[in-house]
């Protein structure tokens, strides 16, 4: 099975609405059910500093991954946020998840060359967990009572990761500065 990942288009919103009504979704984000088509054409529409991905399988999009960054905002420019990784139902535990994010961090480490990427994920879906930490994510908090849904109340687990290639890149930079202050002094 090869899983392609591109950017998603206007046309990709009716399987896009798919993915984002299944009950796994539904009780993983912040998404009420019944969302109108046009709220999900907006979702995935271009925007400066939103990157928007699709995993397709046979010309058929059965995930998606949104990741947003902050190049308007100076001090907080080296920073993305992952929104959202959702796959289809039928296709979970296939590896489109795994290939969203490899396709996301790509882009955040090499091409953006972004300090820290975040991302949120409700403390009890240990599937999502052990993805994010075989990504290099760690816990940095969690915000209890977060969000509503059936049930109950959810708690938020805010996990980072740094980029470890730009703070090597950034830390043997800094050494060689320091090697040539001292040779002079």
């Known amino acids: 099975m090869d899983i392609s990942i591109r950017h998603l288009r206007p046309d990709d919103a009716p399987a896009v609405g798919t993915i984002l009504s299944g009950t796994t ?19 995935i529409a271009a925007r400066e500093g939103a990157y928007k991905l699709a995993a397709e399988v046979e010309g058929e999009v059965v995930g ?18 992952i929104d959202l990784i959702a796959v289809r139902e039928d296709w979970h535990g296939q590896g489109v998840a795994k290939a969203l994010m490899n396709a996301l961090l790509d882009l ?38 977060y969000a509503r ?17 730009l703070i090597d890149r950034a830390s043997n930079s800094a050494q060689k500065v320091d090697h040539v202050h001292d040779a002079n002094t």
């Open 64 to 81: 998606l991954a949104l990741m947003q960054t902050f190049p308007e905002i100076p001090r907080h420019n080296h920073v993305g946020e």
């Open 108 to 145: 955040a480490d090499n091409w953006l060359q972004l300090d820290h990427t975040g991302l949120m994920v409700w403390s009890d879906n240990a599937r999502a967990i052990t993805l994010y930490e075989a990504f290099g994510f760690e816990l940095e908090g969690t915000i209890r009572r």
């Open 149 to 165: 849904r059936p049930g109950g109340n959810a708690d938020a687990n805010i996990m980072g990761r740094l980029n470890k290639g």
């Open 25 to 43: 979704v539904m009780l993983g984000t912040m998404r009420l059910p019944y969302a109108p088509e046009e709220r999900i054409a907006e979702r």
